[in-house]
């Protein structure tokens, strides 16, 4: 037990986290260490992921101090901060205390600057924005490529637009897309494109959409992306409503030929005979880039302490368990649970192609909004996005759209300094 | 104390065995419906009249709470998306119901018939109905895969290409009334095949042609069947939720959105909860307005009916 603090025997721990598939594991190495070493029991309540915020927000407006530890995704952090659901780490009970083993120096800066400080902003990010978690779970669209039909994968958007036009057949597409417009679906496929050409959703900073959203630069990236569709004929057209299943699915099934997709999250998915056909033939690697630069998109999340838990302590005290080389690196070594270590000094035991992978686009790693608005962002965008994918709409119009809708929400926010 | 002088208070004649008795005997009934007047109150009374006074705050989730007044409805009627949605919401019922009428009565009348084996096709018919929305609209979502869907397949092999039955815009609206159809035309059978079992006898007697029989003695006692299913049909299709949100998630874009999936979307996916609220308000006043109008309709046709059995009696 950590020096100065004292946790009553027998607790019980509550951690509600997202079906995760490094839960399992986390799981079972709780029961093995944590619980024998500390006397402190804990319980996993794993929910749906698309359930999980709003779960959250309920159980706060409900003053709940039912969970001691929330586990959150990148872009809920804003709204979880203005709820008041995650206790603030960089005081002197946690972060300051100098006996606590989490130094948040230990971490990757481009993680903790996007996952775990609020408000930060992305374009000139801050180490001293206040601390609501720790991370917990890291992954980065990747491109993931059949390595038995190409030499090498392609590096640029405009390389993997022909390489997917030309492995187009019959029997096969060049290019899989999640091309709904639920959850994040297509925003994840747009976003390295346009970031790539240098484009931008919005001026953190002025909280401004209009003429930035739909920027000459990103209609031109839609218009480059809707075009793989529908003139190359390079992309199945029914994705456009495929989710992260399909997308994955098309790829391990042999019925495309590249996709983008998270790393290391599933990890050795591709390898194992029982979910793949073409095992051995995947290879993975970092986004392409665009004619500006090289983005990736971060799909991170976090765990930090609710509010108003009565045994912060104990909560405080799993997440110095969690973030031990021990753990950590029981976790790593894990295949199943497709993770990497969010310390700097652990990055040298990941070596398998599907974790390295994420290393190497630590340094493009980009995030969407995380404001407590986000959700509404993110639904104006993605409707306009589908509508042009499926031809509905030209993409000039459909970012046209998408910036005035989205300027009259970021308008109206309490946050926006407009409204200071 | 000794109560040999007279209690005190004096004994009142309402507290004698028999008076207590009668008042018992006026509670007991109270008593019975109590637990399901309770549960009622919390669950269905309180959330509706919580949810009216939600839809009239200015609240998301993690927020402060607003009061707005009539804000959000104002902001909804004004908003072209929303009536859009709202005949979208009406296409879907008025073709879905339809399809499931005549399909209903075509089916009911067929398993009307005495022929061996038709126990078992009842049986099977009533299948879809039984099963949970969201299992056959998973079931429908993975069979309508522009890619990888048996209809895909079928059409491929029928010559068709690739139809993308849940991204084209027409054939997305047409997946959806599918799947209600497909679902709930069994409820219509099963109506039918009640009021058929009345009318059964009088139209064997009948010594005009089918058509005749069907058209005047048939269809008239099955008016009240029909109207009851336009009545649950009209009200349950135009909750439409799961279909939806699971085979097209509203797309293209949100040209398939339902408005229960607005409300969805908005109050939970948003966390727009005085919103979503006021939206829900709006599927409830049209239902009302539409149940009320049918149910008119029904006590109508039960009228004539009654009028039309004293006539053939009095014959």
Redesign the interface.
Known sequence: MRPGHFVKAQATLNVLAPQWPQGPKEQALAAETFTPESGIAVNFEAVNYATLEQRVKLLVEGQSADYDIYDYDSQWLGGFVAAGALERLDTDQFLGNPDTTIQMDSFFPEITSRLVRYPNNEAAPSEDAPVYGVPWSLNAEALWWRNDLMDAAPATWEELRAKAQELTNDSMFGYAVQGGRDADWIISETNPIMWGNGGELWDQATYTAQGILNSDSNKDSLQFFVDMNLVDGSIDPASANWTINERLGALLTGKAAMCLNWAPLFGGVADDPNQSQVVGQIGYAPSPAGSVTTAAMIGCQGTGLNTLSEQKDAAWQYLEWWQSDETQTAMIEDIPSGFVSARTDLQSLATNPWQTVFFEMLPSLRDMWNIPEYAQLLQILQTELNLAYVGQKPPADALDDAALAQQVVLDGSPDNPANA | MSSSAGSFPPDNPQSSPESRYAGQLRAFPWLLVAPTVILLIALTIFPLIYSLYMSLHNF????AKTWIGLDNYRDLLSDRSFWRKTWFTLQITIFAVAIELVLGLLCALVLNKRLRGLGLLRMIVYIPMMLSPLVVAYFWRIML????GVF?WFAQELGFG?P?W????TLAKASIVATDVWQWTPFVTLLMLAGLQAVHEAAELDKGTRWMTFRSITLPYLMTPILIAVLFRTIDTFKLFEAVYII????????TETLSLMAY?VG?????IGMGAAISWFVVVVINVLATLLIMLMARSRRESVMMAEVGDDE
Do not use: A
């Not at chain 2, 895969?145 to 990888?148: A, K």
């Not at chain 2, 097209?248 to 040209?255: F, H, V, W």
């Open positions: 998301t989730l993690g927020g895969d522009g890619s990888f895909t690739k993308q849940t991204v084209d815009l097209t998630q509203g797309g293209p874009g949100d040209l979307t939970f996916e948003q966390s727009r």
